[in-house]
């Protein structure tokens, strides 16, 4: 068994957190550090080489730089900081299409996609700007389509929904 991960430091730097402003958010900071609190079937491991921690999964055989709930506690600083109510905003200003919101409840693995709680997620989604460099488009026949412009050339991934 790995025994490996951020320590509490690193991980509130990983989260981009500051010890007296983000009291309330050191919950993340604490569980990202914790083994404990790694999802099932994963486990930390040290890169001698690089003096990296590195992550397993030992049901699928494959392994990964970032903590695998590494989006989701950026995910809960970033809703906490302000971002639901920014969310909110947006989809209040630009309502998404209730098909749109049971189209990404299905992308995000969702698995009631009748619950509120779970449209609320999807729809905040739905209204959630691209991460920067990233652009969307329209292909021919009308659906969606995501593109990467930081990619280099020849590099460049598609991606559609």
Known sequence: MGDAGPNKEEAMA???LIQDKDAHLMWCAEELSDPKYMPAGWTAFN????KRTFY????E???????PAMEFYKGAVF?????????????????????EVQDMAEYLGLEDGDTAAVKRVARLAVSAPLPPGWTETLDEGGEPTFKNEMMPPGASRRSTL
Do not use: C, V
Not at 56 to 59: I, L, M, S, Y
Not at 61 to 67: A, K, S, V
């Open 79 to 99: 809703m906490h900081r302000g971002g639901k109510e920014e969310l909110e905003g947006l989809a209040a200003k630009d309502p998404p299409t209730s098909e």
């Open 47 to 50: 890169d001698p080489n690089s």
């Open 56 to 59: 397993q999964n030992q049901a």
């Open 14 to 16: 990983l989260l981009q």
């Open 61 to 67: 055989g494959t392994t990964q730089w970032e903590h």
